[in-house]
């Protein structure tokens, strides 16, 4: 069983940072893709970032430029950076990874969710 846990969300004033981490933990041969989703009160939950096992990246519009993720494929962690950071961010941050393990009978590729971590940012 794979096991993610964010930690670094908070409470902060507009402008702003944050660091948010992902530590993934359990059976993984290879982490092919992790990424930061959010859910605002009342809002579906969004994709917000994106990084593949060769360091490609994918982010949201509303983050270009202010948000950067990245990851330590040895630590199986995985980070994004939230700097100037806005009221409109404000929402619970879950992490995603989409893990790939081998075993005897074949593969498996499944996808995992942490709990979350909030963060709020006052004007």
């Known amino acids: 069983q794979v096991q993610l846990v964010e930690s670094g969300g908070g409470l902060v004033q507009a402008g702003g940072s944050l660091r948010l981490s992902c530590a993934a933990s359990?059976?993984?041969?290879?982490?092919?893709?992790m990424s930061w989703y959010r859910q605002a009160p009342g809002k579906q939950r969004e994709l917000v970032a994106g990084v593949t096992s060769r360091g490609s990246t994918n982010y949201a519009d509303s983050v270009k430029g202010r948000f950067t993720i990245s990851r330590d494929s040895g630590k199986n962690t995985g980070y994004l950076q939230m700097n100037s950071l806005k009221p409109e961010d404000t929402g619970v941050y879950y992490c995603n990874a989409e893990v790939y393990n081998d075993y005897d009978v074949g593969y498996l590729v499944r996808d995992y969710w942490g709990l979350g971590t909030q963060v709020t940012v006052s004007s």
């Open positions: 359990g059976k993984i041969d290879r982490i092919n893709f």
